[in-house]
């Protein structure tokens, strides 16, 4: 009979989380996981698998948790535009929240990594994020909101590298009303 695991998993995974948030996938060490976990190796192993493993599933719990912002602003709002202002918003907030690592994860974990698993992860991610934002904008072309030849893909990709750059420019030490500063130009971009 196996012994009753020594730890809460829903803490460790969150410290993990933040592990890879701060450090980045590829500078997260192994050792430093399991110190910020407060368990040894073979316990990490046997509740998670691996590093990569625990990767996955630090992200995914960023998603549910730090990430899920996104998802709520797109589908909350009633118009393309209140939607991607709201978004740029609440990024602006989230980003540069002092209780945990600045800038968003799924941005900035995979900087510098050579690992083509976690490349392609974030990237699905980001590109799923970018997806979201040119369907909200479709639906307003549907409806008749925006202007039959508005570019929804390329406002899109705008958008989507504004959030990134906001993302960056918050673990370089940006403050919210920087970002906020930075949303409200990006709107003027809207059609």
Known sequence: MGRARAFDRDVALNRALEEFWRHGYEATSVAGLTAAMGVNPPSLYAAFGDKRRL??????????????????????????????????REAAEVYTDPAHPP??????????TSDPGVIEELRAHREAGKTAIRRRVERDVEAGLLAPETDAPALATFFAAVIQGMSTQARD???????????????RAWP
């Open 55 to 88: 990767f996955g599933e630090a992200v995914r719990r960023y998603q549910e948790t730090h990430g899920a912002f996104a998802a709520r602003a797109l589908a909350g709002e009633p118009s393309a535009r209140a939607a991607v202002e709201r978004l740029l």
């Open 103 to 112: 800038g968003c994860m799924v941005i900035s974990a995979g900087v510098n």
């Open 173 to 187: 030490g940006a403050t919210r009303e920087d970002l906020d500063a930075v949303a409200a130009l990006a709107m």
